[in-house]
């Protein structure tokens, strides 16, 4: 089986070489006049380098011509560059053809398109957020905003949540030295909004539910979620508090969240329910939530069924099985159920969950293995460009095959093999808040 990857691994390599060598000489002039202007600048073998090491913020599109995704993405990228070429920390919007520099992009690990980075000062991050203009400066902005924020009125406090949107939580210090949220500022900038308010008022603690200073509030306004802490502020405590607040109290598992779950090193209690809208799960998740805030050290899912029915399954649950039901996952290959409380009957949810954990923690448990992908199956479960290469030196070694053995017969029109990569393909998944139906980065796209 090695032996046979590596034949395709060189077949492979030499259907590509041809397109890297053409590529090569096309590309040997000296390199564009880099420049911040706000077009989308396009990049190229040989002045990639060249603009990632010129630029502090540069935001790179790896499309591919035929990708319809690419295409409609395009002009959102067009709007967006000049509102990000005046930032006070302008980011170049840039975009490089894959599949003309099929070699530079196999370098850089592109299997899929679109693929979307952030370099940050030469170091790259992968952009999951929203692809709409209005929405991608929102979120980009994040990038070269402080760490931390000073608000100086309750006017302030508003225009920056404001401001901040919905993509990320926010850690708000009422009454807290500036100091004491500089270093979680610096070290969790990708993940979330920082500020301190030097001044709160009556009004603005009403608001955030706390009742004195210092405290720390965690918002989730996608979640419409917060939480207080109100210290100690030393010794760890505080940055233990940001860690669990990054994720909402309960987390709706969808292929989103499901790459914030494979940074999280909690165990997970899972709610597989029939239909997450549904007016009975509202009062399971309502449970939940409750659950969640006297147990810390675990994050707290639901999925539907409805929604989400593979990953479901994976844990054995369809809508012929008794739901709800609970199980604790690793977030990797197994799972456990606690014996007696497989599922959630429908009086006293918060109950029935205080006897599941007292359960789990007691280890009156069964431990099971999922059934299908793990967590990074089900981010990187449908097919890459890499099988798309594979696909094409299988169908040209069967068109040879075929050609040998009908040697009498009149020739034939050749198929071209790449014409399968041109098809756009049928856009299958969910519709993000906000967005367009769209893949992300990691979602294959052929």
């Given at each position: 089986m090695r032996s046979l990857g590596l034949g395709l691994g060189f077949w492979i390599s030499l259907l590509a070489f041809p397109i890297?060598?053409?590529?090569?000489?096309?590309?040997?002039?000296?390199?564009?006049?880099?420049?911040?202007?706000?077009?989308?600048?396009?990049?190229?073998?040989?002045?990639?380098?060249?603009?990632?090491?010129?630029?502090?913020?540069?935001f790179v599109d790896f499309y591919a011509p035929w990708c319809g995704h690419c295409k409609r993405l395009s002009p959102e990228l067009d709007a967006a560059a000049p509102i990000l070429a005046k930032l006070k920390q302008p980011i170049v919007i840039a975009k490089l053809d894959a599949e003309r520099y099929s070699r530079l992009a196999r370098k850089l690990d592109i299997d899929a398109f679109p693929t979307l980075k952030l370099y940050n000062h030469g170091v790259p991050m992968e952009y999951y957020g929203p692809r709409k203009a209005d929405l991608l400066v929102r979120y980009l902005k994040k990038f070269v905003a402080p760490d931390v924020a000073v608000l100086e009125s309750d006017s302030?406090?508003?225009?920056?949540?404001?401001?901040?949107?919905?993509?990320?939580?926010?850690?708000?210090?009422?009454?807290?030295n500036e100091t004491v949220m500089s270093t979680l500022g610096a070290k969790y900038k990708k993940k979330a909004w920082f500020a301190v308010a030097k001044d709160a008022s009556e009004d603005v603690m009403v608001s955030y539910d706390f009742d004195k200073v210092p405290a720390l509030v965690a918002k989730h306004p996608k979640y419409n979620e917060r939480s207080v802490f109100y210290g100690p502020f030393e010794d760890g405590f505080l940055e233990q508090f940001v860690k669990q607040n990054f994720l909402p109290l309960t987390v709706p598992i969808n292929r989103d969240t499901l790459k914030l779950l494979k940074e999280d090193e909690r165990k997970i209690v899972l709610a597989i329910v029939e239909d997450e809208t549904h007016e009975s799960s509202g009062k399971l998740i309502k449970a939940l939530r409750a659950a969640a805030n006297a147990n810390r050290d675990m994050v707290f899912g639901y999925v539907g069924v409805e929604q989400f029915d593979d990953f479901a399954d994976s844990f054995h649950a369809d809508k012929k099985s008794k739901l709800p039901k609970i199980v604790v996952w690793d977030g990797d290959e197994e799972y456990h159920q606690v014996i007696g409380v497989e599922t959630i009957e429908e009086e006293d949810?918060?109950?029935?969950?205080?006897?599941?954990?007292?359960?789990?923690?007691?280890?009156?448990?069964?431990?099971?293995?999922?059934?299908?992908?793990?967590?990074?199956g089900f981010i990187n479960s449908m097919i890459g460009i890499k099988t798309v290469y594979i696909v094409v030196f299988l169908v040209a070694v069967l068109m040879i095959i075929r050609s040998l053995g009908q040697e009498d017969e009149p020739p034939r029109p050749r198929v071209r093999a790449t014409t399968s990569a041109s098809r756009e393909p049928t856009d299958q998944t969910g519709v993000a808040e906000g967005e367009s139906s769209e893949l992300k980065p990691r979602d294959k796209e052929d």
């Amino acid at each position: 089986m090695r032996s046979l990857g590596l034949g395709l691994g060189f077949w492979i390599s030499l259907l590509a070489f041809p397109i890297s060598l053409s590529d090569s000489s096309s590309s040997s002039s000296s390199a564009d006049q880099l420049t911040v202007d706000g077009t989308v600048l396009q990049l190229t073998e040989s002045n990639f380098d060249s603009a990632i090491s010129s630029f502090d913020f540069i935001f790179v599109d790896f499309y591919a011509p035929w990708c319809g995704h690419c295409k409609r993405l395009s002009p959102e990228l067009d709007a967006a560059a000049p509102i990000l070429a005046k930032l006070k920390q302008p980011i170049v919007i840039a975009k490089l053809d894959a599949e003309r520099y099929s070699r530079l992009a196999r370098k850089l690990d592109i299997d899929a398109f679109p693929t979307l980075k952030l370099y940050n000062h030469g170091v790259p991050m992968e952009y999951y957020g929203p692809r709409k203009a209005d929405l991608l400066v929102r979120y980009l902005k994040k990038f070269v905003a402080p760490d931390v924020a000073v608000l100086e009125s309750d006017s302030a406090v508003k225009d920056f949540v404001e401001d901040a949107g919905t993509f990320f939580p926010l850690f708000l210090g009422f009454g807290l030295n500036e100091t004491v949220m500089s270093t979680l500022g610096a070290k969790y900038k990708k993940k979330a909004w920082f500020a301190v308010a030097k001044d709160a008022s009556e009004d603005v603690m009403v608001s955030y539910d706390f009742d004195k200073v210092p405290a720390l509030v965690a918002k989730h306004p996608k979640y419409n979620e917060r939480s207080v802490f109100y210290g100690p502020f030393e010794d760890g405590f505080l940055e233990q508090f940001v860690k669990q607040n990054f994720l909402p109290l309960t987390v709706p598992i969808n292929r989103d969240t499901l790459k914030l779950l494979k940074e999280d090193e909690r165990k997970i209690v899972l709610a597989i329910v029939e239909d997450e809208t549904h007016e009975s799960s509202g009062k399971l998740i309502k449970a939940l939530r409750a659950a969640a805030n006297a147990n810390r050290d675990m994050v707290f899912g639901y999925v539907g069924v409805e929604q989400f029915d593979d990953f479901a399954d994976s844990f054995h649950a369809d809508k012929k099985s008794k739901l709800p039901k609970i199980v604790v996952w690793d977030g990797d290959e197994e799972y456990h159920q606690v014996i007696g409380v497989e599922t959630i009957e429908e009086e006293d949810h918060l109950t029935q969950i205080s006897r599941f954990l007292e359960g789990y923690r007691e280890g009156r448990t069964e431990k099971k293995g999922i059934k299908g992908p793990t967590l990074m199956g089900f981010i990187n479960s449908m097919i890459g460009i890499k099988t798309v290469y594979i696909v094409v030196f299988l169908v040209a070694v069967l068109m040879i095959i075929r050609s040998l053995g009908q040697e009498d017969e009149p020739p034939r029109p050749r198929v071209r093999a790449t014409t399968s990569a041109s098809r756009e393909p049928t856009d299958q998944t969910g519709v993000a808040e906000g967005e367009s139906s769209e893949l992300k980065p990691r979602d294959k796209e052929d």
